[in-house]
C-alpha cells in the first residue's frame, strides 16, 4: 500500500475489523489507494497491526463483499474498479464513523470543545 496507514484502536468500541473495513473503504473511494493498488496480505496486515489474522480476513471478505477489492489467487488483493455509487456511500459512511466518534468521546467524559480541539490538532497531522 502506497504510503497509506491503516491504524486499528482496541480501546475503541468499534470492532477491530470494521475499523479496518471503514478505512480501507474510504482510502479507496477517495482514491487515495489507486484501482489495481496491491494491499498487504491478510497474514502481513494482521501482524502490522498486531492482530489476528481473522480479523483482517473478514475485513477483506467485507471489502469483497462491497466489491472494493478483489483477491485471485497467484497475484494478491487488488483495489478494485470503483462500483457505481461508491462516492455516494462515502458521505453516509463519514456520519456513522463520526456519530460512533462522538459516543466514544461523550463514554470517555469529554466536552465539546476538547473533541473539537482534537479533531482540528488530527487534521493537522
Given at each position: 500500500?502506497?504510503?497509506?496507514?491503516?491504524?486499528v484502536?482496541?480501546t475503541?468500541?468499534?470492532?477491530?475489523?470494521?475499523?479496518?473495513?471503514?478505512?480501507?473503504?474510504?482510502?479507496?473511494?477517495?482514491?487515495?489507494?489507486?484501482?489495481?493498488e496491491?494491499?498487504p496480505?491478510?497474514?502481513?496486515?494482521?501482524?502490522?497491526?498486531g492482530?489476528?489474522?481473522?480479523?483482517?480476513?473478514?475485513?477483506?471478505?467485507?471489502?469483497?463483499?462491497?466489491?472494493?477489492?478483489?483477491?485471485?489467487?497467484?497475484?494478491?488483493?487488488?483495489?478494485?474498479?470503483?462500483?457505481?455509487?461508491?462516492?455516494?456511500?462515502?458521505?453516509?459512511?463519514?456520519?456513522?464513523?463520526?456519530?460512533?466518534?462522538?459516543?466514544?468521546?461523550r463514554?470517555?467524559?469529554?466536552?465539546?470543545g476538547?473533541?473539537?480541539?482534537?479533531?482540528?490538532?488530527?487534521?493537522q497531522?
Open positions: 500500500m502506497s504510503g497509506a496507514v491503516v491504524r484502536d482496541t475503541s468500541p468499534v470492532p477491530p475489523y470494521e475499523q479496518i473495513r471503514a478505512q480501507l473503504a474510504a482510502l479507496i473511494t477517495t482514491g487515495r489507494l489507486p484501482e489495481g496491491r494491499l496480505t491478510v497474514r502481513q496486515l494482521a501482524a502490522d497491526l492482530l489476528a489474522a481473522g480479523t483482517v480476513a473478514r475485513a477483506y471478505r467485507e471489502l469483497e463483499a462491497a466489491s472494493l477489492i478483489l483477491t485471485r489467487r497467484g497475484a494478491g488483493t487488488r483495489v478494485a474498479p470503483l462500483p457505481p455509487g461508491a462516492r455516494r456511500r462515502e458521505a453516509a459512511e463519514l456520519a456513522e464513523v463520526t456519530r460512533d466518534f462522538v459516543t466514544w468521546t463514554a470517555l467524559g469529554f466536552g465539546e476538547e473533541v473539537l480541539e482534537a479533531v482540528r490538532r488530527a487534521l497531522e
